[in-house]
């Protein structure tokens, strides 16, 4: 006959519940009590503690025997006080014995028994104090070094700078190692008592339900590891180093692409036992104002007279990165291209240059680099050493230049009556597309008259009026 079920009723089991299934009813308990899924919500954490003595009596077959038999007097010896006490939360401080006993492995078994959840990473500690109590040790291996914080910054580049390469200056913030002390920080240096050396404490805190445990940097020496007397610190720096602006260099390769990463190893801040971190680059690439970049291709828009359009020539392109002479070999008939250039005849036929349609000049695009990833490496001592040889463009494959012509036609007004009639002999006129026989036998054919867009700056009234009794043109149908 069980003496007492009070404690079988905050797990939710029946007295005759196996160990089993006694864990399995306090694992579910536990994930939905606990004060961290519950935003330590008082009343969740009184609850909580109630099901973990609960479980950590009826868990220990002697513990469970003694309840079953005499209740919570078995337990403590202190019947009433006792079941007071846990019926409100706050048996925890009961002076038993053998309460002392159960709760100093309170908790040690649950982070083993919800190894396979997320609560896993909590740490439970001595459940003998309502307060959190503070302790801090020092770190082992004093002399380890452990890797600096990364540096990152974006540098902007122009298309001419990826298309040629450039050499990136840099002047940024940086801790260093002062030259005077060499990063000792002063004469008779110590090392801190606090953390021997490591620069770093571990500080736990715990109370009953809970213990947690963070690395820090030390206090005492502010992650320096040593402490030097105030007469014989370094007049020149804080505790052996100073932030300073150093300058940097760094190769921007032939080709490279907004978004790619130059890696300036080691070149962050300094500090003791500590591995400087990268100094990152990360490169943004500004808009050309009439070139556009398309992978390892270029492509731009090019203004081209009717006489080059129709017989080829020589056209002047102002708007590429570097000045440039494009050679037009439209018909290939060498009388002709000689007496316009001499290098005209070597190029490719390509025929009549049309407004809109796309030429093609081979290896004139972006240079094309073996960055992996659109990340490299570089080492700042030997970026000017290796700098003519990584700007010069022989060595690199190219894309193309994609040239889009638009060809502008001359004023008529600048040809005589003459060279009107020759032109509209020699010149062929455009085949118009012309409907179906039935659609057309449907629809009237519409005639209008061609325009100029209206200046809105002069006035909405012709200067000239047409004379009394004639009339302006109009369209209509035939």
């Known amino acids: ?93 009961s002076p038993g014995p053998f309460t002392a006993n159960i709760f100093t492995q309170m ?14 990473n909590f740490a439970f500690g001595n459940l003998a104090s309502d307060q959190f109590e503070h302790h801090v040790q020092s770190m082992t291996d004093p002399h380890k070094l452990r890797h ?14 990826l298309y040629f390469g450039k050499v990136a200056k840099l002047q940024l913030p940086r801790i260093s190692k002062c030259k005077h002390c060499h990063g000792i920080g002063g004469a008779n240096p110590k090392s801190c008592p606090s953390c021997e050396g490591s620069g770093r404490v571990m500080m736990t805190m715990a109370n009953k339900f809970c213990r947690s445990q963070e690395v820090s940097s030390c206090r005492a020496c502010d992650g320096t590891g040593t402490v030097v007397s105030p007469n014989d610190q370094c007049p020149h720096c804080n505790r052996g180093y100073v ?22 190893q080691g070149q962050a801040d300094e500090g003791r036992n500590t591995l400087p971190g990268d100094v990152i680059i990360q490169l943004r690439e500004l808009p050309h104002s009439s070139i556009v970049r398309r992978n390892n291709d270029l492509y731009l828009e090019q203004p081209i007279d009717l006489k080059t359009a129709l017989l080829g020539g020589t056209v002047k392109v102002d708007n590429f ?17 000689d007496d316009i250039n001499e290098h005209v005849k ?14 093609l000049v081979t ?89 100029n867009l209206p200046s809105y700056n002069q006035p909405t009234t012709p200067k000239h ?8 043109p109009r369209s209509g149908l035939s």
């Open 107 to 120: 908790f040690s078994n649950l982070n083993d028994m919800l190894k396979s959840n997320d609560m896993n």
């Open 363 to 451: 290896e004139l695009g972006m240079p094309i680099n073996d960055v992996i990833d659109g990340t490299y490496y570089q080492n700042p001592d030997e970026v000017e050493e290796f700098s003519s040889a990584v700007f010069d463009l022989s060595h690199y494959q190219r894309g193309n230049l994609f040239i889009k012509f638009d060809v502008r036609l001359p004023e008529t007004t600048s040809f005589s009556i003459d060279d009107l009639k020759m032109l509209s002999n020699i010149l062929p006129s455009e085949t118009s597309h012309e409907a179906p026989e039935d659609s057309r036998a449907q629809k009237p054919t519409l005639h209008a008259y061609l325009s």
């Open 465 to 472: 009026k047409a004379p009394m009794g004639t009339k302006r």
């Open 321 to 337: 990165i570097q000045p440039l002479r494009l050679f037009v070999n439209v018909h290939g008939r060498t009388g002709i291209n």
């Open 346 to 359: 070597d190029g490719e036929i390509v025929g009549t240059i049309n407004s809109g349609t796309p030429k």
């Open 1 to 93: 006959m069980v003496s007492d079920t009070h404690l079988y009723d905050i797990l939710t089991v029946a007295h005759s519940a196996s160990t089993e299934e006694i864990s399995r009813a306090y694992k579910k308990l536990a994930l939905k009590y606990h004060p961290d899924k519950n935003k330590h919500d008082p009343q969740s954490t009184e609850h909580f503690k109630e099901i973990t003595r609960a479980y950590e009596v009826l868990r220990d077959e002697k513990a469970r025997s003694v309840y079953d038999h005499y209740g919570e007097a078995g337990l403590d010896g202190t019947a009433a006080e006792a079941q007071k006490k846990s019926r409100s939360g706050c048996a925890f401080n």
């Open 243 to 264: 932030r300073e602006k150093k300058l940097l260099k760094a190769n921007i390769l032939p080709g490279s692409k907004g978004g790619d990463k130059i890696i300036l």
């Open 148 to 161: 600096g914080a990364d540096i990152y910054h974006t540098y902007d580049v122009t298309l001419e700078d």
